[in-house]
């Protein structure tokens, strides 16, 4: 049960039997958000490439779940959705880790201001996958997209986090729609976009954890679910 997060702490703990863990240094994004883009189209190009061999690996052991660790990214997450999904500020922007109203206001233009430059600077073309990735994006989110093509062609089915995550896999599906079958929504947080980004992919979370945090907690736990689930399914009896 591989878990794929962008970007991890050195300290966390092991794995538990049985699973295995694997921690992707996406590197760092150039720009800001509300001024420049984050990364140029080959840079993104090159980190989604990244994230599908690793996705392409992690499918060999079987379910991939996964997890990321970035400060901030909730803001790049809101204003990433926004663009794929046509929506506004207002619309995606939640409270992330620790904020308080004051930030939360501050994240609304900072997302508002970033929007509107896109949107001025690409027209209709902000919502591809690529541009959107590059404009409004960042290296995780691009390595996650790759990692949902990579253990999509290979055949693993996909365990999702939190709002980070759920947008990476819809820049994958709108960039492949074969990834789209492959996506199990491990969770609910408890970002204002996640649950806009779920409905877009068609998906249920199997939890409503309403986590703040997006490391890949919940999936883990709901990928466990799925294997319980699993696990009694195939030791009940059956009438035929």
Request: net charge negative.
């Amino acid at each position: 049960m591989p878990l794929g997060p962008a970007r991890r702490s050195a300290r966390s703990p092991p794995p538990e039997p049985g699973s295995g863990s694997r921690v992707i240094n996406s590197g760092w994004s150039t720009g800001n958000l509300r001024d420049d883009d984050a990364l140029d189209e080959v840079a993104v190009r090159d980190l989604v490439d990244r994230g599908i061999a690793d996705g392409r690996e992690a499918a060999g052991r079987g379910l991939v779940v996964l997890g990321e660790v970035g400060v901030g990214n909730t803001t790049v997450a809101a204003a990433l959705t926004a663009v794929v999904l046509g929506l506004e500020a207002g619309d995606v922007v939640g409270l992330g880790a620790g904020a308080d109203s004051a930030i939360l206001e501050r994240k609304q233009a900072i997302v508002a201001q970033s929007l509107q430059r896109a949107r001025t600077l690409y027209g209709d073309q902000a919502s591809e996958p690529f541009t959107a990735l590059a404009s409004l994006g960042g290296p995780e989110f691009a390595v996650l997209a790759g990692v949902c093509l990579g253990a999509t062609e290979a055949g693993a089915p996909i365990v999702l986090d939190g709002l980070a995550t759920s947008i990476a896999a819809l820049v994958a599906v709108l960039i492949e729609p074969a990834v789209a079958s492959h996506l199990v929504a491990g969770q609910m947080s408890r970002e204002l976009a996640h649950g806009s980004v779920l409905a877009r992919l068609g998906l249920e979370p199997l939890l409503d954890l309403r986590f703040r945090s997006g490391e890949g907690a919940g999936a883990c736990l709901a990928a466990n679910l799925l294997a319980q689930g699993l696990r009694i399914r195939s030791q009940a009896a059956r009438t035929t």
